[in-house]
């Protein structure tokens, strides 16, 4: 994937697949596109024919796919009870988490990381973080998989019928239980106070609530547990940047923000044009597919220079979250919760190498770049 960005980055930075539609890998030009969302719309539900299935409540609050002026007035709701303190808050219950994950591999000198920390944290995280029980997770793994397999812009619709929507649809009659539950009885977490905040004086509606939250669990699982399967990845691949990170612990968020940009979990963003447009020289027809790889841009020369190397002292900013009105809400969580995995992971052990000779996986690096078994060795 990462030699495909650099050639069609050096030859065709903007290109028309004659499936999949319009393909960008410059970094200016996807900023344009992110900024431009009147041209480059979210929606990109309205570019099939026959029409996806119904998701019902997942389609209606999924911000990521809704354009202004519904999108504002979502994401302000949302974005003031996932606030900076709430995020902060849950520093010692991850770390908790965190501890007790370990726990259950204390002594043992092999382990796969993915399967033991970096898969079940997020997903801990995120059910603390709305207020859902936590002995619920086998729950979420199924329904989390299920998702996992969404691809927007090339899944046949039956395909999402068979396979996405049975999930979607028994996820969101459980998150319709609790937000009923939590709508008569409030406490103090992101689900019951999304269930009491209002948009010009209107309570959400019951099923915006329920999209937001399989939003948040669908974004925010498996790409954090990407984070810390790439950071332990990088670090191996990369001794003299453990070596200094070890060293020196300030240094660690730094080096996260490169092991964003050199793997990010999503490589790649969609939108759809709403008219014709001129990009790097060609005219996109309204109502066309666009693909911004963000993977790309990540590495583009012009914007980071030796832009291969890890080089944990850049200031440049990446686009792993994206820009502009959609940016990323759970980035500060991302962020913690891999800072907090990759901090006591190093007081843990002195030692933590992958074991290349062992069953390393990686997910379809099209969709989610991240290892799906990661073998380590500890001391
Ligand atoms: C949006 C990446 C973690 C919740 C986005 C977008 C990207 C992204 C690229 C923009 C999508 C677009 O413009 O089309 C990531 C990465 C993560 C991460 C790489 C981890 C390393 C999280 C977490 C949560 C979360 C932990 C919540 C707990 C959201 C939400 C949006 C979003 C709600 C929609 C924002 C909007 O459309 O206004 N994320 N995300 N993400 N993310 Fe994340």
New binding site residues.
């Given amino acids: 994937l990462f030699a495909w960005f650099r050639s069609m980055l050096d030859t065709q930075p903007v290109y028309r697949d004659p499936e999949k539609g319009w393909q960008v890998f410059g970094y200016s030009d996807i900023s344009r596109i ?1 900024a431009d969302t009147t041209t480059f719309s ?1 929606d990109t539900a309205r570019a099939f024919n026959p029409p996806q299935p119904d998701l019902d409540f997942f389609d209606m609050g999924n ?2 796919t ?1 354009d202004p002026p519904r ?1 504002r007035q979502l ?1 302000s709701v ?1 974005s003031s009870v ?1 606030t900076a303190r709430a995020v902060t808050g849950l520093t010692p219950r991850i770390e908790k988490i965190t501890n007790a994950l370990l726990d259950g591999v204390e002594g043992a000198d092999r382990f796969d990381l993915i399967d033991s920390l970096a898969y079940a944290l ?1 997903i801990n995280v ?1 059910l603390e ?1 709305l207020g859902l029980p936590v002995e619920d997770e086998p729950l979420f793994r199924v329904w989390g998989e299920a998702l996992g397999t969404v691809d927007a812009a090339t899944v046949p619709p039956e395909q999402l019928e068979n396979e996405v929507a049975p999930a979607v649809r028994e996820m969101n009659a459980y998150l319709l239980e609790h937000v009923r539950r939590l709508r008569k009885n409030p406490t103090d977490d992101v689900l019951s106070r999304l269930a009491g905040a209002k948009v010009d004086g209107t309570y959400l509606d019951d099923g915006e609530i329920v999209g ?1 939250t399989g ?2 669990m669908f ?3 498996a ?2 547990m ?2 810390i399967g790439n950071a332990v990845l990088l670090f191996d691949r990369h001794p003299e940047v453990a070596g200094a990170v070890r060293a020196d612990r300030s240094l660690l968020p730094g080096a996260l923000e490169e092991v ?1 940009r050199l793997r ?3 490589p790649r ?3 759809i044009t709403t008219a014709d447009t001129e990009l790097g020289g060609h005219t996109i027809p309204a109502g066309s597919l666009v693909t911004p790889w ?1 993977g790309a841009a990540n590495r583009d020369g012009s914007r980071f220079p030796d832009p291969d190397r890890f080089d944990i002292h850049r200031t440049t900013s990446h ?13 500060p ?2 962020r913690l ?2 800072k907090i995995a990759l901090n006591i992971l190093m007081d843990r052990y002195r030692d933590i190498a992958v074991d290349e000779t062992g069953s390393l996986e990686f997910e379809n690096p099209r969709q989610l770049i991240s290892p799906t078994r990661l073998p380590v060795r500890v001391s």
Avoid: K, M, W
Avoid at 319 to 331: D, T
């Fill in positions: 992110l979210s911000l990521v809704t999108h994401r949302i996932f997020p995120i973080l937001v939003l948040t974004a925010g699982h790409t954090t990407a984070l964003l990010p979990p999503f963003l969609a939108r963000i686009l792993v979250f994206g820009q502009g009105i959609h940016f990323c809400l759970g980035a969580l991302a919760e891999a």
